[in-house]
Nanobody
Framework: QVQLVESGGGLVQAGSSVRLSCAAS????????MGWFRQAPAKERAFVAG????????YYADSVKGRFTISRDNAKNTVYLQMNSLKPEDTAVYYC??????????????????WGQGTQVTVSS
């Protein structure tokens, strides 16, 4: 079965950096565009970043543009989210997701077929 397993979250101070990883199994990873979403308490799940199948095109929410970088390693079936200059408002559960359709820019969670269990990132001020 398909599994997406996130890791790398934790409690960090504002201004610091964290790298999230998402290891995929049970699917042909290079055939899927990948995305990162986040969900804060009492808020809807929101798009953070997306990457196309080759890794050559990336897309970001305005709130993270210039601070976060998404990348993928198709040889390792892994997608990453490098998060720099973290702010308290970045606090959320972060999820990776796989999308069979599209080019990586989709911001609609409903278009993503597979999801990880999420990893908590808490940024203290």
């Amino acid at each position: 079965q398909v599994q997406l397993v996130e890791s790398g979250g934790g409690l960090v101070q504002a201004g610091s950096s964290v790298r999230l990883s998402c290891a995929a199994s049970g699917l042909t990873f290079r055939s899927y565009t990948m995305g990162w979403f986040r969900q804060a308490p009492a808020k809807e799940r929101a798009f953070v970043a997306g990457v196309n199948r080759s890794g050559g095109n990336t897309y970001y929410a305005d709130s993270v543009k210039g601070r976060f970088t998404i990348s993928r390693d198709n040889a390792k079936n892994t997608v990453y989210l490098q998060m720099n200059s973290l702010k308290p408002e970045d606090t959320a559960v972060y999820y990776c997701a796989a999308n069979w359709l599209g080019g990586g820019s989709s911001k609609d969670p409903a278009e993503y077929k597979f999801w990880g269990q999420g990893t908590q990132v808490t940024v203290s001020s």
